[in-house]
């Protein structure tokens, strides 16, 4: 197959967690063959190891705007999975996929990652709530702020598609667990961790004790990262097959969540395992102090609500395989592993 007859597909974030996930997915993907893969790294010393995997490394960053503007121009499918907050490397991406556009005539699609943060409440751990949001009520999920985390990015992505020069999909992962076991982290080049319960694991240990936020009653769904990759892809061959297979734009909203956990249940687990591992003093986690908040997880994020349901996601054929069930048991490898490298 020549290279013009490939699917081009430009990735951001493939050193990170869900973008080196993602990237692993689609190298084992049955129709691998078919690509064309341009991957963005900020590390120049990961290029030859990226190289390696047959994808096509280039230096940069979220920062260098012409860059992801020039490489989306060339892309039939884009995935951005660096900083969903990042307003201007949005536009630049959506910039190239309209040159694209202008310059053939084709729709190319853009896979945009997003978060269900983007339904946080301010409830600091001191309540749940009954407000659940299905990734197929629209009308409900354009009720929110755009003030809220995520949502002035997504709210331009849903734009763009109305303006018909792209397709996109937003993917909203929810709290992602477990350690990620693909190619890229055996070769150094993926971050292995999440962001959440890692950030509540560190601060416990730094502090020598479980925390919790608030009352630590507060709702969140969650999804484990194999699991969120295969979302992707699920989009992705949708997205392929045409403009009819799966939702996009304003009716293009995909939560990543097959499960909910109470936050401060995850607190409590890990003041028992740390108590065991004679790290904690208690076995009962303590409430983080206002300075704590800050300094550890940068203010009450962790005790807001975000309830979700995955309709839509399912609806197109995502089949998550890892229950609530598997979000327990992650919590023991993920604090042994956190605990030996702060020990190094």
């Given amino acids: ?51 390696s995997l047959g994808v096509v490394a280039v230096i940069g960053s979220n920062q260098d705007l012409d860059k992801l503007t020039e490489y989306a121009r060339n892309s039939d499918v884009v995935f951005a999975c660096a900083d969903s907050d990042d307003l201007q490397a949005a536009k630049a991406i959506l910039l ?19 978060g269900t943060g983007v339904l946080a409440d301010n409830a600091a751990g001191n309540y749940a709530t009954d407000k659940v949001y299905s990734d197929l009520d629209i009308p409900l999920i354009e009720t929110l702020s755009n003030t809220q985390p995520h949502r002035e990015v997504d709210i331009e992505v849903v734009a763009a598609d109305e303006k018909g020069y792209v397709r996109t999909y937003i993917v909203l992962p929810s709290t992602i667990y477990g350690i990620a076991n693909t190619s890229l982290v055996k070769l150094g080049i993926q971050n292995p961790y999440s962001i959440q319960i890692p950030s509540l694991i560190k ?46 734009g304003r009716e293009g909203f995909y939560f990543g969540e097959n499960g909910e956990h109470r936050v401060g249940r995850i607190s409590e687990v890990i003041a028992e395992l740390l108590f065991e591992a004679k790290i904690g003093k208690s076995p009962e986690p303590t409430v983080f102090t206002e300075d704590e908040l800050q300094k550890y997880l940068g203010g009450t994020g962790l005790g807001s609500n975000s309830r979700a349901r995955a309709d839509r ?5 995502w089949k998550p395989v890892h229950s609530v069930d598997s979000l327990w048991a992650s919590l023991k490898p993920e604090i042994e592993a956190i605990a030996e490298m702060r020990n190094k």
């Fill in 1 to 51: 197959m020549s290279t013009s007859e490939k699917t081009h597909i430009f990735i951001t974030g493939v050193t990170g967690y869900i973008g080196g996930s993602v990237l692993s997915a689609l190298l084992s993907h049955p129709k691998a063959k078919s690509f064309q893969i341009t991957v963005l790294t900020r590390s120049p010393e990961k290029v030859v190891s990226l190289n």
């Fill in 313 to 317: 996601s399912k609806l197109i054929g």
């Fill in 96 to 114: 190239g996929l309209k040159r694209r556009h202008d310059e053939t005539g084709k729709v190319p699609i853009l896979i945009h990652t997003s």
């Fill in 203 to 248: 601060a416990s240990i730094d502090r020598k004790q479980g925390g919790v936020v608030g009352k630590g009653l507060n709702l969140w769904p969650n999804v484990h990262i194999n699991d969120i990759a295969s979302l992707y892809i699920t989009i992705f061959d949708a997205a392929i097959r045409g403009p009819g297979e799966a939702g996009h």
